[in-house]
């Protein structure tokens, strides 16, 4: 069965840093999205993407973040100086339809120190 | 403001038994669409039922069931004959027509079958 993978499952960085976290979604789908979770909160919304655009960011998806679809199966996250508020669990997820089933990745856990 | 309440943080059911897992959610909007997904431990989420907010029909699927009162703004789900493998964590979330399938989530709850 199609799943959406992601790597890595940890990344630990220094404040300040740059990461990208990368996300292969299932390959007849054309939605994209990123969420996050931070420990003990809620799973929040960041960014939605078709026909590499986005279609929809929240206020967290500010200009330290960017997203990318650089080869026709990987969708990317980019955050250009991380906070120590941005250690958090993202999940990436892909669709064939707006308003249909999101499939979700495992996750990146990502730690800044 | 669009919000998302799961009011039970953590529920435990005998297996075989039915449980109810409780949502209600905020919105102004009228079009939109209700999802419940399920995350096993060390597990992707995946969903579980999904319902449209125009269909007066409550959504089922096998052991799970939706009640969904949308003058009330609640959407729960019921689990009947529960089984060990449904123990996971349980997010209720919603999404608005034209906002790019964006979800709003819940907090979550995490639900116990116990032999």
């Known amino acids: 069965e199609p799943e959406v993978t992601q790597t890595p499952s940890h990344q630990v960085t220094q404040m300040g840093q740059e990461v990208i976290l990368r996300c292969v979604p299932i390959?007849?789908?054309?939605?994209f999205y990123w969420y996050r979770q931070i420990l003990g909160q809620k799973v929040e919304f960041l960014v939605s993407?078709?026909?590499?655009?986005?279609?929809?960011k929240s206020e967290i998806f500010d200009d330290q973040f960017s997203v990318e679809r650089p080869d026709g199966s990987n969708f990317t996250l980019k955050i250009r100086s991380t906070k120590l508020e941005d250690s958090a669990m993202y999940f990436c997820?892909?669709?064939?339809?707006?308003?249909?089933?999101?499939?979700f990745g495992p996750g990146t856990r990502l730690t800044v120190l | 403001a669009q919000t998302v309440t799961q009011s039970q943080p953590e529920m435990s059911v005998q297996e075989a038994e039915t449980v109810t897992l409780s949502c209600t959610y905020d919105t102004s909007e009228n079009n939109y669409y209700l999802f419940w997904y399920k995350q096993p431990p060390s597990r992707q989420m995946i969903l579980v039922i999904r319902q449209e907010a125009y269909k007066q029909q409550n959504a089922t699927e096998n052991r799970f069931s939706v009640n969904f009162q949308k003058a009330a703004k609640s959407f729960s789900l019921k689990i009947s004959d529960s089984q060990l493998g449904d123990t996971a964590m349980y997010f209720c979330a919603f999404m608005i027509y034209n906002q790019g399938g964006k979800l709003i989530f819940g907090q979550g709850t995490e639900l116990s079958v116990k032999p």
């Open positions: 390959s007849n789908h054309l939605y």
């Open positions: 997820a892909s669709s064939d339809g707006v308003y249909n089933e999101q499939f």
């Open positions: 993407f078709y026909n590499n655009e986005i279609s929809e």
